[in-house]
Each structure stands twice: as structure tokens, then as C-alpha cells.
């Protein structure tokens, strides 16, 4: 089974010029997790799945209290935190940074686990 959590966004301090570092800037975070196929499809028990509410707000609190120069830093540090969960088997993050080249919408990173 995936679960997928996209588009979260949240503000963190980030990048390597001397003004990104005084200046929260928004990130938009997407995750894509593999877990068993009867990972509370069977129950129907949020206990024996992975708590997508839950899992969202750590994400978000984690990237707001980081202080990284690079995005990919970022990606790593999130998804060994996502990782812990053993239910876990393979997972996929996509950090966007809005703003990081003048004439893009945005520049992303993805990073699997």
C-alpha cells in the first residue's frame, strides 16, 4: 500500500547566502510511503496504520525548527526521522523551494529511502 501526504507546506530557514539565513522562506513538502498492504485496510484501526495527521505535524515541526544550508540536507534529515517508523518499508520525499530561482516556480529535491 502508498500513502501519500502532499503538498505540505511550512516555513524553516534555509540556504546558503548570508540574508536566507535571517529570513524564514516557505518549503512545500511531499511524502510517498510504502507500507504493508494490510496496514490498516484490514482493521480499519488508525492504530495499525501509519497516522497521517500525526506524521504531518512532525514533519512540519521538524523543517520549522531546522536550520540548513541546502534542501537535500533537509530531505535526508526528514526521511530518517520518517524512517524510525518500522511499518516504513520504502519512502519517498520531494522538498520544493519556492522562490530559489528567479525565472522557476520552484526548484525541488527528492530523496528515497
Known amino acids: 500500500m502508498i500513502i501519500k501526504i502532499k503538498e505540505l507546506k511550512t516555513k524553516t530557514i534555509i540556504g546558503v547566502f548570508d540574508w536566507e539565513k535571517n ?12 507500507v ?4 490498516g485496510s484490514d ?8 497516522d497521517y495527521d500525526t ?7 521538524e523543517t520549522a525548527k531546522s536550520r540548513f544550508n541546502l534542501i537535500e540536507k533537509l530531505a535526508k534529515h526528514l526521511i530518517d526521522i ?7 518499508k520504502h519512502a519517498r520525499i520531494e522538498i520544493d523551494k519556492p522562490g530559489a530561482v528567479k525565472e522557476a516556480k ?6 528515497e529511502l
Do not use: G, P
Request: net charge negative.
Open 23 to 34: 529570513q524564514e522562506r516557505e518549503v512545500i513538502i511531499s511524502l510517498e510511503l510504502e
Open 55 to 61: 506524521l504531518s505535524k512532525k514533519i512540519i515541526e
Open 82 to 88: 520518517i524512517m524510525q517508523d518500522k511499518r516504513i
Open 43 to 50: 482493521s480499519d484501526n488508525i492504530a495499525d496504520t501509519i
Open 106 to 111: 520552484s526548484v525541488s529535491v527528492v530523496y
Open 36 to 39: 504493508d498492504n494490510n496496514c
